[in-house]
């Protein structure tokens, strides 16, 4: 894969490796900490804290009533995609009394997934306005939970309101090969945009 040119944003790194920092962004619950941790290349740092009746007014847990943990800072891996392009992972906390950190999270980064979970569409709905407000080029990826309904992606699309120059996948949030290739399709999908860039010139 041809990756010169496209990702202007990046920091080269010994040997001609250049590095970018990628975002991991949706709604609570979303799937976030467990997509970073599946494909990292390296121990992920993540700053989960266990949920607590304290939290219960403010966490939503409608839909994911199991969930006992909850990321209140940022989760941070590592993976190499090939010999030329590695990609510093953030994963963003989920619920809104969070939101704040997003700011300072984004600066830098060149692109983001922005995970979906189709139980609960709108749980990423800031997610996706956000990622509008600030310009940074996302893909979507939904995640696949064991209850998870099979709607067709164009219906998932026209419910999100996503453009169809923006990829919408499906994967498993726990498989690292799913995990990877949804990262390779933001690879694809910043190359085409930086392509028709300089071709619009």
Known sequence: MDLKGFDQAGRHTAGDTRSVKVMIAGGFGTGKTTMVRSVSDIKP?????????????????????????????????????????????????????????????????????????????????????????QNVPFVIALNVFPDSKDYPVDEIRDALDIPGHIPVVAFDARDRSASRDVLVTLIHHLRDRSAAAVESR
């Not at 209140?72 to 990609?87: E, P, Q, T, Y």
């Open 45 to 133: 740092l993540t700053t989960e804290e266990t949920l607590t009746q304290a939290s219960a007014d403010v966490d939503r847990l409608i839909g994911v009533a199991d969930k006992t943990e909850t990321t209140v800072s940022l989760d941070f891996g590592k993976i190499g995609i090939n010999d030329s392009l590695v990609l510093y992972l953030f994963g963003t906390p989920g619920q809104e009394r969070f939101w704040f950190l997003w700011n300072g999270l984004f600066k830098g980064a060149l692109g983001a997934v922005v995970l979906v979970d189709t139980r609960r569409l709108a749980s990423s709905f800031r997610a996706i306005e956000e990622m509008e407000r």
